[in-house]
């Protein structure tokens, strides 16, 4: 059996071999003025749950917007909802 | 220890006996229609062929570089243990999630093991009208 262990990622080891999938998360290696997140992170971070989240944006009471076919939603909406809620 | 693949995909996923699936395969183009853009998730199946002289702990490093710099970089070790016999290819899937492209342009998806480039798997990101635009 081969391990992997992965530094810098979402989650911190592989063992190869398993059938498990490494997941890399390339917003931890955006530069600072990142200012945007999924709809997963944002779940996340508010602690709501992602179908929640959709249910927002539909209604018109969370900022977002559409890249490819996901919804892309800026650090200030975050920190609005958190003000607020 | 070689890579003896490295195929972006739409989906990727392996079992414990070393087999592995693809979907959309060979991914080498992506098209934005504005940027930067941010790409949700794709998966990345590098398959690592490993012998007996790889015995004991190697240095693994797998990046995606643009033109302007690093997209993302992940290092970890891959150790191979003692009782490991033969050669064996081992399929290891790897999800990419919220990959961000600042640019159009050539991109590359490195892998490195113990220092040394293995392979490569060349993206294009290209910026294309809008639909409501084009009209």
Known sequence: ?85 | MEVSDLILADYAAANERGKFTLVGAGITEINAIKLPCIHPIMFLMVRVKVTRQDLGRNRFDIRMIGEKGTVFKAEGNLDVPNEHEGEQLIPMPMQLVNMKFDDAGDYSVEVRINGELKQSQNLKIKLIPSPQNAA
């Open chain 1, 1 to 85: 059996m081969v391990k992997l262990h992965i530094k810098n990622a979402s989650t911190s080891t592989l063992v190869a071999g398993s059938g498990e999938c490494q997941i890399i998360d390339g917003s931890t290696f955006w530069n600072c003025d990142r200012r945007e997140m999924s709809v997963t992170e944002f779940a996340d971070r508010a602690g709501i749950s992602r179908q929640a989240v959709v249910k927002m944006i539909s209604g018109g009471r969370l900022q977002a917007s559409m890249v490819g076919e996901q919804y892309i939603i800026p650090q200030e909406a975050l920190v609005r909802y958190l003000r607020t809620s």
